[in-house]
């Protein structure tokens, strides 16, 4: 199958996916131990196929919406790397919010592309390669529009709801493991850690699905009216956890050292 340009939906020499369990487990184990390693959430994922991908793949690539997308917006992540135009848009708007999260977090499309890469993974000219590179770059979209941080539970709740927009058992194994994790390391907290992940789980399956959205155009518009019109919520319960956190002493944003927050840190 082919899109009107001519570009192929499956390149003949992409190698077939293979479910390899163990991998994921081992690259779970990794990620556990570096947080900041986000390369080994691309080997979760690619060793967790999802068996309806490509059928996913073909419903949006093929579709007038997807040769829509392809030819106004090819080059996402430069585009989301351009803050200065971004910046042009009304105060309050979407893309404010996300110049604004980026840079308090020091980070960029292109961190995350060069992240992805150092899986090693072979690219190929096909609409395949067009619909990963999409879904990562809408990664931190996701967290702007949600609310969730970039803290160990914050992270957990972007994949399921990730996972409502695009199961995958790759976005399962670490929302929910994690979260296990999460509560391990906070034993005794009166946190609703699984309230707040099954809480962005829902969130994410009744939410339209965002790589399919012109994102140029939502980045013009207000950052709750987009919120609105994708039906998505405010995080009560992620920010319950990070409300009973802050009051047992516990730093949301070191939560796998199991340290305490500093004074300091409490008191922002």
């Known amino acids: ?17 293979r479910y390899r369990p163990l991998r994921a487990v081992q690259s779970f184990q990794a990620l556990i131990k570096d947080k900041e390693d986000t390369s080994l ?52 708007s979407l893309a ?46 996701f967290h702007v529009l949600t609310g969730y941080g970039r803290d160990a539970l914050g992270e957990q709740c972007v994949l399921l709801f990730t996972h409502g927009q695009a199961p995958s058992q790759g976005h399962l194994l670490i929302g929910y493991a994690g979260a296990a994790n999460i509560a391990k390391m906070t034993r005794g907290s009166k946190a609703p850690v699984f309230g707040a992940v099954r809480q962005a789980h829902r969130t994410g399956k009744g939410a339209p699905q965002l790589i399919a959205q012109p994102i140029r155009k939502l980045l013009e518009r207000q950052l709750d009216e987009v919120r609105a019109a994708m039906h998505i919520p405010e995080p009560t319960q992620y920010r319950e956890c990070h409300r009973v956190w802050q009051a047992e002493g516990i730093n949301p944003y070191d939560l796998l050292s199991g340290k305490p927050a500093a004074p300091e840190l409490l008191a922002a």
């Open 41 to 92: 959430v691309f080997k979760i994922f690619e060793s967790l196929p999802s068996r309806d991908f490509l059928p996913r793949v073909s419903d949006l690539a093929l579709s007038d919406r997807g040769t829509f997308l392809r030819e106004s917006e090819l080059s996402l992540a430069e585009f989301l790397d351009d803050h200065a135009t971004l910046r042009r848009t009304p105060k309050g």
């Open 1 to 17: 199958m082919f899109a009107a340009d001519g570009t192929v939906l499956l390149h003949p020499d992409r190698p077939a996916a």
């Open 96 to 141: 404010h919010a996300y110049c604004d999260f980026m840079e308090a977090e020091g980070l960029s499309a292109a961190g995350l592309t060069a992240e992805y890469e150092r899986a090693g993974r072979a690219k190929y000219p096909d609409l395949v390669e067009w619909f990963i590179d999409r879904s990562r770059d809408t990664h931190d979209l």
